[in-house]
């Protein structure tokens, strides 16, 4: 059975920063690309950032420079570090393991301004 469990959001004032990370379980983390999808209110969901299972990295353009996707394969972790935060990264931020259909429940991300 497959578990993607993200934690770390919140509330947080433009120009702060959060981590988020996602638990996985159940897949062969390690050969698995992952990434970071964010749904905004009213808005379909996105691709934020992606990490291959060798560590390449990738980003849509308005995350680039201020998040940072990362993978530890010992803790079958994926983690999202987002600074300078502005009020339109607020969103539902969900982890997904690439070309699958399994998502977590998803982390709340509100930037105030």
């Known amino acids: 059975q497959v578990q993607l469990v993200e934690s770390g959001g919140g509330l947080v004032q433009a120009g702060g920063s959060l981590r988020l990370s996602c638990a996985a379980s159940?897949?062969?983390?390690?050969?698995?690309?992952m990434g970071w999808y964010r749904q905004a209110p009213g808005k379909q969901r996105e691709l934020v950032a992606r990490?291959?299972?060798?560590?390449?990295?990738n980003y849509e353009d308005s995350a680039k420079g201020r998040f940072i996707i990362s993978r530890d394969n010992a803790k079958n972790t994926v983690y999202l570090q987002m600074t300078s935060l502005k009020p339109e990264d607020t969103g539902v931020y969900y982890c997904?393991?690439?070309?699958?259909?399994?998502w977590g429940q998803g982390t709340q991300v509100t930037v105030s301004s």
């Open positions: 990490i291959s299972w060798g560590g390449s990295t």
């Open positions: 997904n393991a690439i070309g699958s259909n399994f």
């Open positions: 159940g897949i062969i983390f390690s050969i698995t690309a």
